[in-house]
């Protein structure tokens, strides 16, 4: 498999999304909403993203919650990330935080937000930094991370993006295979590979794994569903 990272539809519509918060008017909240099933690769999307961000020098900041974060150890988390040394009261952390976004305005992903959706102060604690900052924040979450948040009206109105990560479709599977193997791949292998993989693109990039496998054991170039399937 060739490293690097493919842009599929999904990922466009969230470069454009990112683009649109880091370009809003004046007035317009600058909070988004990023959801989707499970393996669709929303985290490795940000992930990428963030990286190509500290390239260009503005330096957004991702975080990944936990099952048992707290407030607190979320505002370490943050400081830590924000590039400073994570003070000992709450009240510090949040200052630092809040100093941190203003002397220098990041974006702030932050990942598994559903692991947070049932902490109402941690919730609030988060819209507060955007308010009194007016740094950008993106919350990243599973398929029903919307309906999990929307019981936090004063926090889902600040949502002026919100995208939904779907299933790649043939188009992106076809691409994905392109960039990511030498093997060529007929039409009904693109078709095998999308619907076994229910366009999740963790799946994919575990079949295109098997399939260079089995290319390299029969001395093929090119794949076949009937290859695939192991026939």
């Not at 992930?47 to 707290?70: C, E, I, P």
């Not at 150890?73 to 200052?95: C, I, M, N, S």
């Not at 599977?173 to 619907?195: C, N, R, S």
Request: aromatic share 8%; proline share 3%.
């Amino acid at each position: 498999m060739k490293k690097g990272f493919v842009q599929t539809k999904s990922v466009q519509k969230f470069i454009s999304t990112m683009g649109s918060l880091n370009g809003r008017g004046d007035g317009v909240p600058g909070m988004a909403l990023v959801f989707g099933e499970p393996g669709l690769g929303k985290t490795r999307t940000a992930l990428w993203y963030t990286n190509q961000d500290g390239h260009m020098g503005s330096g957004a900041v991702f975080l990944r919650t936990k099952k048992l974060m707290t407030g607190r150890w979320l505002l370490e988390e943050l400081v830590a990330e924000l590039g400073e040394a994570p003070a000992w009261k709450t009240a510090d952390l949040f200052r630092q935080a809040v100093d941190q976004l203003m002397g220098r305005p990041r974006l702030v992903m932050i990942d598994e937000v559903d692991y947070l959706a049932y902490d109402a102060r941690v919730i609030e604690t988060l819209r507060d930094l955007h308010d009194i900052t007016g740094a950008p924040f993106v919350f990243i979450g599973m398929d029903r991370a919307d309906q999990k948040l929307r019981r936090y009206r004063h926090l889902y109105d600040r949502f002026s993006e919100i995208l939904k990560f779907k299933p790649l479709d043939k188009d992106d599977v076809k691409k994905v295979a392109a960039e990511m193997t030498d093997i060529q791949f007929d039409a009904g292998a693109i078709d095998w590979l999308t619907e076994r993989t229910q366009g999740m693109i963790r799946q994919l990039i575990i079949a295109l794994h098997r399939a260079e496998r089995v290319a390299r054991a029969r001395g093929l170039k090119q794949i076949t569903a009937g290859d695939l399937a192991g026939k």
